[in-house]
């Protein structure tokens, strides 16, 4: 097999979830590490963090807070970037305890794949059925509303149980059962020892009834979706400033900035502004190379149309055609952050793309039991890290999609008005 260069694979986003002390952290390190990543101040560092001058810590790699040091636990998002001779990537490492959820929210929402790790040694064999732990059922429902299109299982510290294959494949029968629960696809297996380094960037011997690959390889090979929808995309363009160079009237230049967050626009093209449904056409498109005749999703750049139209940040361009309608109630997956429960007779803000509108949730639809995965429907609160469907009503229109079609365009926070604190990510249905 010929070596294919970095430039033949776009970057991978990826993130490590799971419960805690369940190695994480100690994954990154050892990836890092055994893939010649690591810098020579880096090197020193873990040399010596070496226990009884045997261990090394590879947690110290991505554990950057002090408190995350002191109590060995990750608390915020680590970011670490690292590449092969096949590809680039993007490493989220997030917290795996339950009070850090919404810390995980935050590195899983734009990640491409995820590595759930199993710590092997926390289960219990002797039950009739294996249970996996509260936040290994959490956070792959997480994901699983979020859309990641690829999750990686590695089942950790199987050094501690002496490679024992039949304890292997019973967490695969227990992590599939998962997955069919949750509707989640395209699952791999790997048993690795982390702190080892077992089928981490090398195959190992003593796995030798292990027939995959190591993590590395299968994440070297994974396709990166940028786009997680199948759908065709309407242009969809949320404005984020309104530019006036001057008050000339001989030069009165109205341009209006943002990022292509779906589809594409050339000039000439007809555009409905949402929420008004006003109809122009597009007489120059302006990018940070110059004008150009075609701008496509994800590049930012200052549309001018051909018509003097009341508009202001927040609202939309969509295509003329296009399904896009503007809507004051939402139905939603919710994450809820905050310690207070949510208050159904309370206004919150909601904050969609360039928009910022008071809502209410209006109805609790249900509420998911992570541990038995059933849905509450009789639930009359959302608490601290709770997972459900709600009902929003808005003070003011919005120009939104389904999460399914664009996370982009089909995603919110919501933001106590008092604290200014984010409580909740939403994800419209």
């Not at 060995?72 to 990537?89: E, L, N, P």
């Not at 020892?193 to 089928?199: E, I, P, R, Y």
Request: proline share 3%.
């Amino acid at each position: 097999m010929t070596q294919t260069t970095i430039n033949q694979y776009a970057p991978l986003r990826f993130i490590t979830a799971g419960s805690v002390d369940d190695g994480k952290s100690t994954l990154i390190g050892r990836l890092l590490y055994d893939s010649k990543a690591l810098l020579s101040d880096q090197l020193l560092s873990l040399d010596k963090s070496k226990n009884n001058g045997e261990v090394i810590d590879f947690s110290i790699l991505t554990d950057g807070l002090e408190a995350e040091r002191e109590q060995g636990i990750t608390i915020d998002v680590a970011y670490r970037y690292f590449s092969t001779a096949k590809r680039k990537f993007i490493i989220a490492d997030t917290p795996g305890h339950e009070q850090y959820t919404r810390n995980m929210v935050t590195g899983a929402s734009t990640a491409a794949a995820a590595v759930i790790l199993i710590d092997a040694t926390q289960l219990d064999f002797a039950q009739a059925e294996l249970q996996l732990l509260p936040q290994t059922k959490r956070h792959s429902a997480i994901l699983k509303h979020l859309g990641t299109p690829h999750i990686l299982v590695a089942v950790n510290k199987m050094d501690l149980l002496d490679f024992d294959q039949h304890k292997f494949n019973a967490i695969v029968m227990a992590y599939h059962k998962l997955a069919n629960q949750l509707a989640i696809n395209n699952v791999q297996f790997v048993p690795v020892s982390a702190l080892q380094g077992d089928n981490i960037v090398h195959k190992s011997e003593r796995t030798p009834w292990y027939q995959g690959e190591a993590l590395l390889t299968i994440l070297e090979n994974l396709p990166s979706n940028e786009n997680l929808s199948t759908q065709p995309q309407d242009f969809h363009f949320p404005v984020q400033l309104v530019s006036r160079l001057d008050q000339d009237k001989a030069d009165d230049f109205r341009g209006y900035q943002g990022r292509i967050e779906a589809g594409s626009i050339k000039t000439g093209d007809k555009v409905r502004i949402e929420p008004n449904g006003y109809i122009s056409q597009v007489v120059e498109i302006i990018s940070p190379n110059g004008i150009v005749q075609q701008a496509f999703a994800g590049e930012q750049v200052t549309i001018r149309l051909a018509d003097d139209i009341d508009i202001s940040r927040g609202d939309s361009f969509v295509a003329e055609n296009s399904t896009t309608q503007s809507t004051q109630a939402l139905t939603a997956t919710l994450c809820w952050f905050d310690q207070r429960p949510l208050n159904l007779a309370r206004k919150y803000l909601l904050k969609h793309s360039t928009q910022t509108v008071f809502a209410k949730v209006s109805q609790i639809d249900h509420v998911l039991d992570v541990k038995t995965l059933s849905k509450s429907h009789e639930s009359e609160q959302f608490i601290l890290n709770d997972i459900g469907e709600v009902q929003i009503k808005l003070q003011k229109p919005i120009t939104a999609t389904t999460y399914a079609r664009n996370p982009a365009t089909g995603s919110f926070i919501l933001i106590d008005e008092a604290t200014y604190h984010t409580i909740a990510a939403g994800m419209i249905l």
